[in-house]
C-alpha cells in the first residue's frame, strides 16, 4: 500500500500572512471566462501590486518548470508530482506573503483543476479532479481563503473544450465524443462538493457563466479590489463559427493533429466569422441541446440548494 505523501511543514510567511490578509483562489472552471479575467489583471498588475493585492497568473505557473498534469500514472509517480506541485504552488504563495504591506494574495489558474484536452478524452468533467485538488498546500484550508468558482451549461462547456483543443492542434472525433459527453458522469455539484471537502475551512463563492455580464463587478471586486473595470464587462476573445470548424474538419481526419494551428484557425475564422448566419460552433443538435441546458438547470439548482450563501 503507498503512503500518503507527507506534507510539507507550515511555512511563516503565509501562516502569517493569513492571520490578517486574504487569499482569493480562482479555479475556473476554464471555459467561464477564465482568460478574460486573467488578461484584464494582468494589465492592472503593477498598479495592484501598488493597492495591496499580489496576483498570481497561469504565465507564472505553467511551462517547463510549471505544475504537472496529473492523473493516469503509477501511484508512487503520482504521489511525487502531487507533493512538487503542491511545493510550487505553495512557493509562489509564500513569495507573494513575504512582500511587506500586502492585503491580498489572487491566485487565478484554472489549470490547477484540469483541462479541456482531459475532459473530451475522459469524456467527462474534470477526471483528475481528486489528485490535483491533493495538490493544494494545505494552508490554503483557512477561513481568511476564499475559491470562487463559475460553471456554464454542459453542452456549451464540451462543445468551447472542443474548440479550444482544436486551436492547440488536437482534433477530436465529435461522434465518438458525443456519447460519452451525453451521460455526464461527473457533474457540477460533484466537481464543488469535492472542492468543499478538500478545503472545508475556506469559503466559497459560485456563479453562472451565463450571469458574468451581470455579477462581473462583484468578480473583479473580490478578485481585484479597486481595479478599473472593462468597457462592458464582456470576454474579447472570439469564438470560432460552425462553418470554422466544418472548414477544418473537412480537410482532417478525427483524432489527427494539426499542423501550424494558429495559421490554420486564423484563416478559418477570418473566411467563415461569426455572423446571425453562421453562428458560434457547437457539438449538439436543437435536442441534445435541450437536454444537456435541461440537466445544466438541475445541478445549478442543487448548488443553490448545497450553497445559499455562496451564490453570487
Same mark, same amino acid.
Not at 100 to 119: A, D, F, N, V, Y
Not at 164 to 180: I, M, N, S, V, Y
Given at each position: ?13 503565509? &501562516? ?13 472552471? %476554464? ?27 497561469? /504565465?507564472?505557473?505553467?511551462? *517547463? ?13 503520482? #504521489? ?5 506541485? *503542491?511545493?510550487? =504552488? ?7 506573503? /513575504? ?15 484540469? /483541462? +479541456?484536452?482531459?475532459? =473530451?478524452? #475522459?469524456? %467527462? ?9 491533493? $495538490? =493544494? ?29 482544436? *486551436? ?11 456519447? =460519452? ?8 455539484? %460533484? ?5 468543499? !471537502? #478538500? ?8 456563479? *453562472? ?16 479590489? &479597486? ?7 464582456? $470576454? ?10 466544418? %472548414?477544418?474538419?473537412?480537410?482532417? #481526419?478525427?483524432?489527427? $493533429?494539426?499542423?501550424? +494551428? ?19 460552433? /457547437? ?7 435541450? $437536454?444537456?441546458? !435541461? ?6 439548482? !442543487? ?10
Amino acid at each position: 500500500m503507498i503512503s500518503p505523501p507527507a506534507e510539507p511543514a507550515p511555512r511563516a510567511a503565509l &501562516g502569517g500572512f493569513l492571520a490578517s490578509g486574504k487569499v482569493i483562489l480562482h479555479l475556473g472552471a %476554464h471555459k467561464t471566462a477564465t482568460t478574460h479575467i486573467q488578461a484584464t489583471m494582468r494589465d492592472q498588475r503593477d498598479m495592484l501590486a501598488d493597492q495591496g493585492t499580489a496576483v498570481i497568473l497561469p /504565465s507564472d505557473l505553467r511551462g *517547463r518548470h510549471g505544475l504537472h498534469r496529473l492523473g493516469g500514472k503509477h501511484p508512487d509517480e503520482q #504521489a511525487r508530482l502531487e507533493r512538487e506541485n *503542491r511545493t510550487k =504552488l505553495l512557493d509562489a504563495l509564500e513569495l507573494c506573503a /513575504s512582500t511587506p504591506g500586502l492585503r491580498q494574495i489572487t491566485l487565478s489558474e484554472e489549470g490547477i483543476l484540469g /483541462s +479541456p484536452r482531459e475532459c =473530451l478524452t #475522459a469524456g %467527462h468533467i474534470l477526471p483528475f479532479l481528486e489528485p490535483n485538488l491533493r $495538490s =493544494l498546500p494545505t494552508e490554503l484550508d483557512h477561513p481568511n481563503v476564499t475559491v470562487i468558482f463559475a460553471v456554464r451549461d454542459y453542452g456549451s462547456f464540451f462543445s468551447s473544450c472542443f474548440t479550444t483543443t482544436l *486551436r492547440r492542434g488536437k482534433l477530436f472525433d465529435a461522434e465518438h465524443l458525443k456519447p =460519452l459527453l451525453r451521460t455526464l458522469p461527473n457533474r457540477w455539484e %460533484h466537481v464543488l462538493h469535492d472542492i468543499r !471537502a #478538500a478545503l472545508p475551512r475556506a469559503r466559497l463563492k459560485i456563479w *453562472r457563466h451565463e450571469d458574468f455580464a451581470k455579477v462581473a463587478p462583484q468578480v473583479f471586486d473580490m478578485l481585484a479590489p &479597486g481595479m478599473p473595470l472593462p468597457p462592458d464587462g464582456a $470576454s474579447k476573445f472570439q469564438n470560432l463559427s460552425r462553418d470554422a470548424v466544418a %472548414h477544418i474538419l473537412r480537410r482532417n #481526419a478525427p483524432g489527427a $493533429s494539426l499542423k501550424e +494551428p494558429r495559421k490554420r484557425i486564423r484563416r478559418a475564422r477570418r473566411r467563415y466569422p461569426v455572423t446571425q448566419d453562421n453562428p458560434p460552433f /457547437s457539438l449538439w443538435n436543437a435536442e441534445d441541446a435541450a $437536454s444537456l441546458t !435541461a440537466a445544466y438547470e438541475e445541478s445549478w439548482a !442543487a448548488l443553490v440548494h448545497a450553497y445559499p450563501d455562496a451564490v453570487l
